[in-house]
């Protein structure tokens, strides 16, 4: 019998234990009722909002080696096998064992729930994942706004803060306008039809012609823009302008105040607004001759074509989507995603690789 046991011990294959020296584990899984639609997503980027104890340092009494979470990784699930999944740690809180994380689905259910494994604990000291692999390749831009560096996630084109602070957001942090403050993205970053615009705001007060992100000229009134009221309200607007021919839609009630997410697409000449996931009644102005390429720098919190019309207030999580117009079916599960993720996505118990291998023995024996 002794003779036995030693025989399982020795023939245990490697994959019983978690890869790359993981030390722990946990499903951590979604609702298929966050998922809008008769179809599933493909390609989607989950935003994993979570606070652990576990994902502690150790500290502070937690089990994560690593004081920027590189040790935080995400496979298919915990069993150990297959290649690990494409993620970018956004932000990790090593006192409180908060993270944000974007992972990638290579298709999200809308009939069933998701799961992932959340491994963490191990000897890294570097980042496990490449945070462009995230966003397919309509992704033009994703500023998470994370930090005043304004880092492009998907590598295309970082941006430069002119005077915005930090504060918090609705995705973890946030950049605050106020007093001409704005960011410049240092290009125009021209997107021709199909494309898709998203971006939450924090409505602290009614507004004028403030504007949200654009590239929208001066001289010749081409390119596109994002913008916040008309005559001190809150109506969101959307506008596309070639050579002085302005299409317009706008939200025909007010946001009021607080944290709303709105979208833009453009297909053609068809513009859609989207506010806090859904279309809202809109009025709308003819497209005229559709949009043009703009020789003005993209803006984050004013109008990038005569440096003005500041926003002042807070702007998060800015998308730009070229060469595709996003589904109602993707915005609105963005906006069940982003809005309330501990509504739709749980972590199960710890899962040790230790006990997984203990596990795997006695079953052998």
């Known amino acids: 019998m002794k003779l036995l046991f030693a025989f399982g011990l020795c023939a245990l294959p490697a994959s019983a234990s978690f890869p790359n ?98 491994y963490y604990g191990g000897a890294f000291t570097a980042f496990q994942s490449t945070a462009s692999a995230v966003w397919d390749t309509y992704y033009k831009g994703v500023w998470h706004l994370e930090s005043l560096a304004v880092n492009d996630s998907t590598g ?61 000229t001066s001289t010749n009134y081409s390119g596109y823009e994002l913008y916040l009221g008309v005559n001190g309200d809150t109506k969101a607007n959307f506008q596309i302008g070639n050579a002085g021919n302005l299409g317009l839609t706008r939200s025909s009630v007010d946001l009021g105040t607080g944290w709303h997410h709105l979208a833009a697409t453009l297909t053609g000449t068809t513009m859609t607004l989207y506010v806090d996931g859904v279309a809202p009644t809109q009025t709308q102005s003819p497209t005229g001759s ?44 963005e906006y069940r ?4 993720p501990a509504t739709y996505i749980t972590a199960g118990p710890r899962i040790s690789s230790s006990s997984r291998i203990r596990h795997r023995v006695i079953g052998g024996m």
């Open 21 to 118: 020296g993981y030390s722990y584990c946990k499903i951590v899984t979604t609702s298929h009722a966050m998922v809008s639609g008769i179809s599933d997503l493909v390609n989607y980027p989950l935003t994993v909002s979570l606070t652990d104890p576990d994902l502690k340092t150790t500290g502070n009494g937690g089990l994560v080696n690593n004081a920027s979470g590189h040790d935080i990784g995400f496979g298919p699930d915990c069993s150990g096998s297959g290649a690990l999944l494409k993620w970018e740690l956004e932000s990790y809180a090593p006192a409180t064992g908060s993270i944000i994380a974007h992972v990638l689905r290579p298709t999200l259910s809308h009939t069933s729930d998701d799961s992932i494994g959340m």
């Open 156 to 216: 295309n084109d970082n941006g430069t803060n002119n005077g915005g602070t930090l504060t918090t957001g609705k995705i973890g942090s946030a950049v605050a306008f106020s007093g001409n403050t704005y960011i410049d993205l240092n290009n125009p970053v021209n997107l021709a039809p199909p494309f898709t615009l998203e971006v939450w705001i924090n409505i602290t007060a009614p507004k004028t012609f403030a504007r949200v992100l654009g590239n929208l």
């Open 290 to 333: 559709g949009i043009a390429n703009s020789s003005a720098s993209l803006n984050i919190g004013r109008w990038s074509g005569g440096a003005s019309n500041y926003f002042d207030d807070p702007v998060d999580e800015v998308r730009l989507s070229g060469g595709i117009s996003r589904s109602p079916d993707w915005i609105l599960t």
């Open 337 to 340: 995603n982003q809005s309330s």
